[in-house]
């Protein structure tokens, strides 16, 4: 069998973007090892097809000392186990991975599931990390045996006009992918309540305080039947996360219900008739966004790389600018206004979903690269 090192930055990320690719990994005769950073205890016995460890990698940074022991470890982990190909996920595995492979002359595949904050940055130290990331990856990605994966076409164009990998080491995947049995719609035809929703980790950039802004305005300024519901984790290493107390403040003033962290998101959306994501922030396809077509919701998102890769305009939801809650507020009241028009969204959010989005794809993309490595 093959041997494949997979490494994602976080266990929580890991379980919900790329588990699937994982667990098929006995049975396309591929011995995956899944290194990742632990939030949690994990029993070996809840997943089957590979395994699971604590990767030598941590998700934030804890200072020079700590981050060089950590790549020394890692160095030395490859090195003894020398897999056949090594998968990384997320920048930090993929420039600590990157590197050792470039040394070992192990192939290599980097999933860019959005080229992240550090390609957006606000300060001199941030600019001068992204020039650093850069070069790192300019000097990763020149390798003859290293292919990169990305979500959106924004991101493809970055990484080909900026030099930093060639066009045709670049494989594209429409996103994570979704399991289209396990998200259905569920609408309650008899309800005239209209439901919005929007589902995110808890961060200023995931477009919050835009989303709750907006949801007070319509519900002082006009007479819809609706209810407004924001779910979603606390993100205490992400650097612009929001605290629960701002959170709560926001919702409570502007009447919408915070429902926290929550583990049956795909029975929210299922009941769910129109799904907000005003997000700017530097990712690949949010998952949620595909989710959301899955269960038959009408989308409103923001004209961003990513977000407006997963609907299309007009048809399956609605564009809006980036930090501009009043543009919301006005494309959620005219969306309100036309009970037939989000209904007609969300029925063709499905049809997109099962068009282009299913799990089933994602996969075949990944196990393709992998045995082409093999064959070489």
């Given at each position: 069998?093959?041997?494949?090192?997979?490494?994602?930055?976080?266990?929580?990320?890991?379980?919900?973007?790329?588990?699937?690719?994982?667990?098929?990994?006995?049975?396309?005769?591929?011995?995956?090892?899944?290194?990742?950073?632990?939030?949690?205890?994990?029993?070996?016995?809840?997943?089957?097809?590979?395994?699971?460890?604590?990767?030598?990698?941590?998700?934030?940074?804890?200072?020079?000392?700590?981050?060089?022991?950590?790549?020394?470890?890692?160095?030395?982990?490859?090195?003894?186990?020398?897999?056949?190909?090594?998968?990384?996920?997320?920048?930090?595995?993929?420039?600590?991975?990157?590197?050792?492979?470039?040394?070992?002359?192990?192939?290599?595949?980097?999933?860019?599931?959005?080229?992240?904050?550090?390609?957006?940055?606000?300060?001199?130290?941030?600019?001068?990390?992204?020039?650093?990331?850069?070069?790192?990856?300019?000097?990763?990605?020149?390798?003859?045996?290293?292919?990169?994966?990305?979500?959106?076409?924004?991101?493809?164009?970055?990484?080909?006009?900026?030099?930093?990998?060639?066009?045709?080491?670049?494989?594209?995947?429409?996103?994570?992918g979704i399991d289209l049995q396990k998200y259905?719609?569920?609408?309650?035809?008899?309800?005239?309540?209209?439901?919005?929703?929007?589902?995110?980790?808890?961060?200023?950039?995931?477009?919050?305080?835009?989303?709750?802004?907006?949801?007070?305005?319509?519900?002082?300024?006009?007479?819809?039947?609706?209810?407004?519901?924001?779910?979603?984790?606390?993100?205490?290493?992400?650097?612009?996360?929001?605290?629960?107390?701002?959170?709560?403040?926001?919702?409570?003033?502007?009447?919408?219900?915070?429902?926290?962290?929550?583990?049956?998101?795909?029975?929210?959306?299922a009941k769910t008739d129109i799904f907000v994501?005003?997000?700017?922030?530097?990712?690949?396809?949010?998952?949620?966004?595909?989710?959301?077509?899955?269960?038959?919701?009408?989308?409103?998102?923001?004209?961003?790389?990513?977000?407006?890769?997963?609907?299309?305009?007009?048809?399956?939801?609605?564009?809006?600018?980036?930090?501009?809650?009043?543009?919301?507020?006005?494309?959620?009241?005219?969306?309100?206004?036309?009970?037939?028009?989000?209904?007609?969204?969300?029925?063709?959010?499905?049809?997109?979903?099962v068009q282009k989005f299913c799990i089933t794809?994602?996969?075949?993309?990944?196990?393709?690269?992998?045995?082409?490595?093999?064959?070489?």
């Open positions: 069998m093959t041997k494949i090192f997979m490494f994602v930055n976080v266990d929580w990320f890991f379980l919900s973007h790329r588990l699937p690719i994982a667990k098929v990994a006995a049975d396309k005769e591929v011995d995956m090892t899944v290194f990742t950073d632990f939030t949690r205890a994990h029993k070996k016995e809840c997943y089957t097809g590979f395994s699971l460890l604590q990767s030598p990698i941590r998700r934030t940074y804890s200072g020079f000392y700590s981050s060089c022991m950590e790549f020394f470890k890692l160095f030395v982990l490859i090195r003894r186990e020398r897999p056949a190909i090594i998968h990384a996920v997320t920048v930090k595995p993929i420039i600590f991975l990157g590197i050792v492979c470039f040394v070992l002359r192990i192939p290599f595949i980097a999933s860019i599931s959005g080229l992240g904050p550090a390609f957006l940055p606000t300060s001199y130290w941030g600019k001068a990390r992204l020039l650093i990331i850069k070069s790192l990856y300019r000097l990763i990605f020149s390798s003859e045996k290293t292919r990169v994966i990305c979500q959106n076409a924004n991101d493809a164009s970055v990484l080909i006009d900026q030099s930093l990998v060639m066009r045709e080491k670049i494989a594209m995947a429409e996103g994570s259905q719609p569920k609408k309650n035809a008899e309800s005239d309540l209209i439901t919005i929703l929007m589902a995110s980790r808890m961060l200023g950039s995931k477009g919050v305080r835009e989303f709750c802004a907006a949801a007070g305005v319509i519900q002082t300024k006009y007479d819809f039947h609706v209810n407004f519901s924001l779910a979603g984790p606390v993100d205490f290493d992400s650097p612009d996360f929001l605290d629960e107390d701002e959170i709560v403040e926001m919702c409570e003033s502007n009447k919408v219900q915070f429902l926290g962290s929550r583990s049956d998101l795909k029975d929210l959306l994501l005003p997000s700017y922030y530097a990712e690949g396809i949010p998952k949620v966004l595909l989710e959301a077509a899955a269960c038959g919701c009408a989308v409103i998102t923001t004209d961003h790389p990513g977000c407006r890769d997963a609907i299309v305009s007009g048809e399956t939801g609605m564009l809006v600018p980036p930090k501009d809650s009043t543009a919301l507020e006005n494309t959620l009241s005219y969306l309100l206004s036309d009970r037939g028009l989000i209904k007609s969204m969300g029925k063709s959010g499905r049809q997109l979903a794809k994602v996969i075949d993309i990944h196990y393709s690269l992998y045995q082409a490595f093999v064959k070489r």
